[in-house]
């Protein structure tokens, strides 16, 4: 078997390692290297290495190869050209609009459903810059393409799976609208992983990810990544060299080893969450729950069509009562902990009124579908009938 063939699981496993690869011995757990700075056997390799001509490295801010194992890992996972890791997901989002070349003048496409710092980021910073934010419900075909015909935006961005309603976008009607209208595509993959979809496969531009979340998957360090087309390489780098948001050595070798048991962690979470949807579903002590692959949620038919058997890992409830029925509801939770981030080996809740929509205006959040009784669970690796009993107790 070439090693182009290798299935996704043996690529978590195996990518990367061969940027740290040393002869004759090769240690199985790769190796760290905290260096700020390399010595260069002789100037002109020094620069040659600083030009570019030659790969190698100078400078922890221009390239580690702790940190490029993980970047180069995450490119062959999701079949791009390019990986370029960053020290948060933010940092990736905002290298990814970078990398799009915006500018003053020109437009960009947002999903409505956006990860709420993203839309925070285009509405803060990057109309600073004289790009101005269209927004549009990437659900709806038809509102996509009625914004691309009239703002004829330079590059639109959006999750394949909304957060908190977790509503599925029909990605390859959308890069088919994008390439119609030529806008470039950029995918937010953090929910979803390669492992339910590879944007670029499907002809994004770009896909970034908060490897914070599932990649790292134990909710002990921070870091982002942008992977692509080789024709973004030069501004990838140069952002990174001149902003200066590089991922640190450490955080990079945790994150290239979460990738080792993402499909072990991730298959597993989303087995849980399909369980305890369904347990909580049959209760009947709840206004809604969402779960993509749920019949009664709006786009389970995309879900089903994109995702097979993977609904992803994250479970939202209606809980009756407004604030304060959700404050109670948190407060009688024993097992399930109250923290704002997903893809942990514990099962989490987060109250998006008070912490990732907090930015938004009840208008903005009545758009989208959050209610003063949306919340989200991001399900861990404990027993799922554990979970969905400390959610019934809590709703007493
Ligand atoms: C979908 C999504 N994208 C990006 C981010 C930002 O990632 P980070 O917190 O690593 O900066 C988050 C954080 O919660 C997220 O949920």
């Given at each position: 078997m070439t090693q182009s063939r290798w299935s996704l699981e043996t690529l978590l496993v195996h990518a990367g390692n061969d940027i740290v690869k040393t002869e004759p011995y090769f240690a199985t757990s790769p190796a760290i290297y905290p260096s700020t700075s390399f010595q260069v056997s002789s100037p002109e390799l020094l620069d040659q290495v600083m030009e570019g001509s030659v790969p190698g490295f100078s400078y922890a801010r221009h390239g580690n190869p702790t940190v490029q194992a993980f970047a180069h890992a995450m490119a062959r996972l999701e079949e791009a050209e390019v990986g370029v890791a960053t020290a948060s997901g933010m940092a990736a989002i905002d290298m990814a609009l970078y990398a799009a070349c915006l500018q003053p003048g020109d437009r960009l496409l947002l999903s409505q459903d956006l990860y709420g710092a993203s839309l925070n980021l285009a509405s803060t910073i990057w109309t600073q810059y004289g790009i101005r934010s269209v927004v549009a419900d990437f659900t709806d075909l038809t509102q996509v393409e009625d914004a691309l015909r009239i703002n004829h935006p330079k590059a639109m961005f959006f999750e394949m799976?909304?957060?908190?309603?977790l509503k599925v976008v029909d990605m390859s009607s959308i890069v088919e609208l994008a390439e119609s209208y030529g806008c470039q595509v950029i995918v937010d993959n953090t929910f979803t992983t390669p492992l339910m979809v590879q944007p670029g496969v499907l002809g994004a531009d770009l896909v970034v990810h908060?490897?914070?979340?599932?990649?790292?998957?134990?909710?002990d360090a921070m870091g982002g990544v942008v992977v692509g087309k080789s024709v973004y390489s030069e501004r990838l780098h140069q952002y990174l060299k001149l902003r200066g948001a590089v991922l640190g050595p450490f955080e990079a070798w945790l994150l290239h080893r979460g990738l080792k048991t993402l499909a072990v962690r991730f298959e597993r979470q989303c087995a849980n969450a399909l369980d305890i949807a369904e347990s909580l579903a049959a209760s009947?002590?709840?206004e809604r729950i969402y779960y993509p692959?749920?019949?009664?949620?709006?786009?389970h038919l995309t879900a089903r069509r994109y995702f097979g058997t993977m609904g992803g890992a994250v479970v939202t409830l209606e809980i009756p009562g407004g604030k304060d029925g959700v404050y109670q509801f948190i407060k009688n939770l024993h097992l399930v902990g109250s923290a704002?981030?997903?893809?942990?080996v514990y099962t989490l809740c987060l109250?998006?009124?008070?912490?990732?929509?907090?930015?938004?205006t009840p208008e903005e959040r009545r758009t989208m579908g959050i209610t003063e009784g949306t919340v989200r669970i991001a399900v861990g690796l404990e027993d799922p009938q554990d979970v969905a009993h400390d959610i019934l107790q809590a709703m007493k």
């Open positions: 799976i909304s957060n908190p309603l908060s490897a914070t979340k599932y990649l790292g998957g134990h909710g009947e002590r709840f692959l749920l019949p009664d949620h709006p786009t704002t981030t997903v893809g942990d109250y998006p009124l008070i912490a990732s929509h907090r930015n938004q």
